[in-house]
């Protein structure tokens, strides 16, 4: 079946601070992959998506590149910020309909 | 205009009790879900119907049913309710093989 590891957490952060949150996956077929962001006391929202093999997403400064040799989609950003605190969640979705999540990874930004 | 609008946002109710969650969304999706998660942030898949026909039922007490009236519509019904079953509930719609547009969730606390 389909399943999404993700780094575990919590991760802690100064702000302006690299990071970089490890996404593998294990699917049939060719999945689409997605990072999603739940920001405190909040629902999920996409962050970014990738449908292919070489594709990179990317939002708010946020990137991820779909590696299938590796079968990654790991989420860096270069320069975090306070509000970047949330958790974090890699996703995928194969032919099915159903939307299979990592564990989610939380992440504190501090000033 | 919400896209995906659950209610309540807040239910606090006594063991044994039934209550209902409503879910609506204006995206013109064929497809919504019943997402739970639990305290540890893990998300899992309930329910999902496409165009009102039930698509994914995953292991799930037979207390939990889904019942859509149209393909806008989503509700959960939970009857006898148990400590176990405090978590916060979220719904969500997609179309075909985009990635999930999600509600604000239901913070369901059974006492």
């Known amino acids: 079946g389909n399943s999404v590891t993700q780094m575990e957490g919590p991760v802690t952060l100064s702000e302006e601070a690299f990071l970089t949150i490890n996404c593998t996956y294990t699917?049939?077929?060719?999945?689409?992959l997605f990072w999603y962001v739940q920001y405190p006391g909040e629902g999920l929202q996409l962050l970014l998506k990738?449908?292919?093999?070489?594709d990179k997403g990317s939002n708010k400064g946020f990137e991820a590149t779909y590696r299938k040799e590796t079968t990654s989609f790991h989420l860096e950003k270069g320069s975090v910020q306070v509000s970047d605190s949330a958790v974090y969640f890699c996703?995928?979705?194969?032919?099915?309909?159903?939307?299979?999540f990592g564990a989610g990874t939380t992440v504190t930004v501090r000033a | 205009d919400t896209a995906v609008s659950q209610t309540p946002k807040y239910l606090v109710t006594q063991m044994g009790n039934d209550k209902s969650i409503k879910c609506e969304q204006n995206?013109?999706?064929?497809?919504m879900y019943w997402y739970k998660q639990d305290s540890k942030k893990f998300l899992k898949i309930m329910f999902s119907?496409?165009?009102?026909?039930?698509?994914i039922n995953e292991t799930v007490p037979n207390r939990f049913s889904p019942k859509s009236p149209d393909k806008a519509h989503l509700n959960l019904h939970i009857n006898s309710l148990e400590l176990g079953d405090s978590a916060v509930y979220f719904c969500?719609?997609?179309?075909?093989?985009?990635?999930?547009?999600f509600g604000s969730g239901t913070r369901l606390t059974v006492v």
């Open positions: 969500a719609s997609s179309q075909v093989v985009d990635g999930y547009t």
């Open positions: 699917a049939t077929g060719y999945p689409s």
């Open positions: 990738a449908t292919k093999a070489d």
């Open positions: 995206l013109g999706h064929d497809t």
């Open positions: 996703a995928l979705r194969s032919n099915d309909y159903k939307l299979s």
């Open positions: 119907y496409n165009n009102k026909e039930l698509i």
